[in-house]
């Protein structure tokens, strides 16, 4: 099947969101929705969400599900807000846990906060089904990036998260905790898989040098031939060293801070403190 596809790009964090539609129905899904948040003031917005939230309404859609590729660390996700307005489900790979019980004790948490992933509606082991109305979804865990990655494929197109950037960027960086180089080529290498026509759509695009617009969508054919850091011809053990030293360049997201803490609990706000503030905290010399 060949699902209807509509991007959001957020540009103030380079961040893709899409909205998959059944062909044959008004049945949809979200994936990666944005928050915007401002770190010098500490607030947030939902003009992105809204958008999506247009979208769905003037299409006369019904958006049942909520996908995160992961949980992001360098936008907030909106998906609280979309489920309150839309009714959706927020889904999510099995392995937020590890993230959850990684973090937690980063941003010390406390024990109100669980770590089981039951803020979510929906985790998702390897190959676990996901129906957008007559579309079947298989969702395939793609980590290496970090440990909950998942990329969701719906007929003809694959949502690939941070896990592929277009051909002429690369890959996404291993360096988070949870994450390996390793295990990014060999879950790279099961996308590879798919068939060489399926469609891929990406989170986020840099703009490298010698191009002068935003691209997300590429092929499996095209990554195959032409990604600079994993296509045909690059082994794993090359692979692993290209990582290592682009990896060894980046600077930390501008927003993983509070973008892990919000993501970690299906991007909701952690509580608010007994004069009714919410509190994002700021590990000092940690991370």
Same mark, same amino acid.
């Given at each position: 099947? +060949?699902?209807?596809?509509?991007?959001?790009?957020?540009?103030?964090?380079?961040?893709?969101?899409?909205?998959?539609?059944?062909?044959?129905?008004?049945?949809?899904?979200?994936?990666?929705?944005?928050?915007?948040?401002?770190?010098?003031?500490?607030?947030?917005?939902?003009?992105?969400?809204?958008?999506?939230?247009?979208?769905?309404?003037?299409?006369?859609?019904?958006?049942?599900?909520?996908?995160?590729?992961?949980?992001?660390?360098?936008?907030?996700?909106?998906?609280?807000?979309?489920?309150?307005?839309?009714?959706?489900?927020?889904?999510?790979?099995?392995?937020?846990?590890?993230? !959850?019980?990684?973090?937690?004790?980063?941003?010390?948490?406390?024990?109100?906060?669980?770590?089981?992933?039951?803020?979510?509606?929906?985790?998702?082991?390897?190959?676990?089904?996901?129906?957008?109305?007559? *579309?079947?979804?298989?969702?395939?865990?793609?980590?290496?990036?970090?440990?909950?990655?998942?990329?969701?494929?719906?007929?003809?197109?694959?949502?690939?998260?941070?896990?592929?950037?277009?051909?002429?960027?690369?890959?996404?960086?291993?360096?988070?905790?949870?994450?390996?180089?390793?295990?990014?080529?060999?879950?790279?290498?099961?996308?590879?898989?798919?068939?060489?026509?399926?469609?891929?759509? *990406?989170?986020?695009?840099?703009?490298?040098?010698?191009?002068?617009?935003?691209?997300?969508?590429?092929?499996?054919?095209?990554?195959?031939? +032409?990604?600079?850091?994993?296509?045909?011809?690059?082994?794993?053990?090359?692979?692993?060293?290209?990582?290592?030293?682009?990896?060894?360049?980046?600077?930390?997201?501008?927003?993983?801070?509070?973008?892990?803490?919000?993501?970690?609990?299906?991007? !909701?706000?952690?509580?608010?403190?007994?004069?009714?503030?919410?509190?994002?905290?700021?590990?000092?010399?940690?991370?």
């Amino acid at each position: 099947m +060949h699902p209807e596809v509509q991007a959001f790009f957020d540009k103030p964090t380079n961040t893709v969101s899409y909205v998959v539609k059944d062909p044959q129905s008004n049945i949809c899904a979200i994936i990666d929705p944005v928050l915007e948040y401002a770190p010098e003031s500490g607030h947030t917005s939902t003009v992105s969400a809204q958008a999506i939230e247009v979208f769905i309404q003037s299409g006369d859609l019904r958006a049942d599900w909520i996908l995160e590729t992961h949980a992001h660390a360098d936008h907030l996700s909106a998906a609280p807000y979309l489920k309150e307005r839309l009714g959706s489900k927020i889904g999510i790979g099995a392995n937020i846990t590890i993230v !959850q019980n990684v973090f937690g004790k980063v941003f010390n948490a406390g024990s109100e906060f669980q770590r089981d992933g039951s803020q979510f509606d929906a985790l998702f082991d390897d190959g676990a089904a996901i129906e957008i109305g007559a *579309l079947c979804g298989c969702a395939i865990h793609t980590p290496g990036h970090t440990p909950d990655s998942m990329t969701y494929v719906f007929g003809d197109a694959a949502f690939v998260g941070d896990t592929l950037f277009m051909p002429d960027y690369g890959t996404a960086r291993c360096d988070f905790p949870g994450g390996d180089s390793r295990q990014l080529y060999r879950s790279i290498q099961k996308i590879f898989a798919l068939p060489p026509q399926t469609r891929l759509f *990406l989170c986020h695009d840099y703009l490298p040098p010698g191009r002068t617009e935003y691209r997300w969508e590429t092929t499996i054919a095209g990554q195959r031939a +032409h990604n600079i850091q994993i296509n045909d011809g690059v082994t794993e053990d090359q692979f692993v060293e290209i990582r290592k030293r682009r990896d060894a360049t980046l600077e930390m997201p501008r927003l993983i801070i509070p973008s892990v803490q919000v993501n970690m609990r299906a991007g !909701q706000l952690p509580p608010a403190e007994d004069n009714g503030v919410t509190y994002l905290k700021v590990p000092v010399n940690l991370l």
